[in-house]
């Protein structure tokens, strides 16, 4: 298995530009998550997925973020226009459920000048 | 509310010696469960042990195990003959049944370990 795979690994764009992270999770994993890692904040969901429906999107910031999941292998964190403040690694997880181990991908390192 | 606390931001240990991250959590739903991830300087998350709330027996994977004393709300990860590469930042996380944060893993603030030679 392949594992969690995001694209693109590292991602520098201009303030107020749109920036797309994608993921692909392992296959037959139902859950789909996205997290945000600062210094500051530490991890955080943004949002997630269930049989590709959103179940959760109380930690996404604000209107500049969307995710969307159209089917069961991949899903895409927009954000709208960017800010500096968004600079952050965003990985994204899939898991088989609760309790099962959260495979993460490796994670897209963003930064907004 | 549903939170992990890890009151270690970081330690060291001495190669081949054991050593042991602290994790308490908070949770008022009677099923959940509890995870360690590291993470190298590489930034990636590796998923290393769970214990689920019901479990009778601490989890054991290799060198890694779980002391859970669910009285206490304590999850604290053991690692035994420590190595290099054991060095990183070690996460504590939550994931419960019910509440509003079901279906998600909560994070702790991490600890940061270091293996010295």
């Known amino acids: 298995d392949a594992g969690v795979i995001q694209s693109p690994r590292h991602e520098v764009t201009e303030m107020g530009q749109e920036v797309t992270l994608r993921c692909k999770p392992i296959?037959?994993?139902?859950?789909l998550f996205w997290y945000r890692q600062t210094m500051m904040r530490g991890l955080e969901l943004l949002i997630y997925f269930n049989n590709n429906v959103p179940i959760d999107d109380s930690g996404m910031p604000e209107d500049r973020f969307s995710a969307k999941m159209p089917n069961a292998s991949f899903s895409t964190l927009k954000i709208q226009p960017s800010e500096p403040r968004d600079s952050a690694v965003y990985f994204c997880?899939?898991?088989?459920?609760?309790?099962?181990?959260?495979?993460f991908g490796s994670g897209t390192r963003l930064t907004v000048v | 509310a549903q939170k992990i606390t890890q009151t270690q931001p970081g330690m060291f240990v001495q190669e081949k010696e054991a050593v042991t991250l602290d994790c308490t959590y908070d949770?008022?739903?009677?099923?959940?469960?509890l995870f360690w991830y590291k993470q190298p300087s590489s930034g990636e998350m590796i998923f290393l042990i769970y214990?689920?709330?019901?479990?009778?027996q601490n989890a054991t994977e290799g060198r890694y195990s779980l002391n859970f004393q669910k009285a206490r709300k304590s999850a604290n990860l053991v690692i035994s003959a420590s190595q290099l590469g054991d060095s990183a930042m070690y996460f504590c996380a939550m994931s419960t049944r019910y509440g509003g944060s079901q279906g998600n893993l909560i994070f702790g603030k991490g600890t940061k370990l270091s293996v010295k030679p």
């Open positions: 949770t008022s739903d009677p099923s959940y469960g």
């Open positions: 997880a899939s898991s088989k459920g609760q309790f099962y181990g959260y495979t």
């Open positions: 214990q689920g709330s019901y479990d009778q």
């Open positions: 296959s037959g994993h139902d859950y």
